[in-house]
């Protein structure tokens, strides 16, 4: 069945330190991948998406993400985490015979400690 | 004009209550969506709108009724609501829903209590 994951249901990094936010999904045809991210009591805001071409795509805010068809992976990076980055993070995937429904993962909370 | 707008921000209804929640989108988007998201957890599909047309409804209960008046605004209209269907509703529009991908927009939500 397709299904999308995300390890880790809260992840805590130092400001400063890389943020590794992990993505895998289920499907034999790779899907559309997508990051998106929320901050408390807003709407969903998007980081950055794959769709076709190269495989390390870059979004706002510094954070990057990288395809990985051999891994089903999407995981999301950002090099140095900054005190405002703390939200909570959600990977979506839209099926590619689907109708538009976009499916989100768990989504993962990530702090950032001073 | 890249928002999606939604009011009210927050709506307390009792379960007799008839209310509505709109959303607004100038971008010229023809595909529009309806989200419920419950407390830690992600948004779930509703209702998708494609050139004002109701293209997917969730399987979602008949006390939630939508609305595409036209191609700028959805509506989703609620009648005899139940506690448990206090969440944050999310509109989000993109281009279209077709097989051409595009990022959904989403809008601040309404935050919805029903006691």
């Known amino acids: 069945a397709q299904s999308v994951t995300q390890l880790g249901s809260h992840v805590s990094v130092s400001e400063g330190a890389l943020v590794l936010l992990r993505c895998n999904y289920s499907s034999s045809v790779p899907p559309y991948l997508f990051w998106y991210v929320q901050y408390p009591n807003q709407g969903l805001q998007l980081l950055l998406k794959?769709?076709?071409?190269?495989?390390l795509v870059k979004g706002i805010n510094g954070f990057e993400a990288e395809f990985k068809k051999s891994e089903t992976s999407f995981h999301l990076t950002k090099p140095s985490a900054h005190m405002s980055d703390a939200a909570e993070y959600f990977c979506a995937v839209r099926w590619r015979r689907s109708q538009g429904n976009l499916i989100f993962g768990k989504g993962t909370k990530l702090s950032v400690k001073p | 004009d890249t928002e999606v707008t939604q009011t009210p921000k927050h709506l307390v209804m009792g379960m007799t209550n008839k209310k509505s929640l709109k959303c607004e989108q100038h971008?010229?988007?023809?595909?529009m969506y309806w989200y419920k998201q419950k407390a830690k957890k992600p948004p779930e599909l509703m209702f998708v709108?494609?050139?004002?047309?109701?293209?997917i409804n969730e399987s979602v209960p008949s006390r939630f009724s939508p609305e595409c008046p036209n191609s700028s605004l959805l509506n989703l209209h609620l009648h005899a609501l139940q506690p448990e269907d206090s969440a944050l509703y999310l509109c989000a529009s993109s281009r279209d829903s077709g097989l051409v991908v595009n990022e959904q927009f989403f809008g601040p939500g309404t935050r919805l209590t029903v006691l």
């Open positions: 794959y769709t076709t071409g190269a495989t």
């Open positions: 971008m010229g988007h023809r595909a």
């Open positions: 709108y494609s050139y004002e047309k109701l293209s």
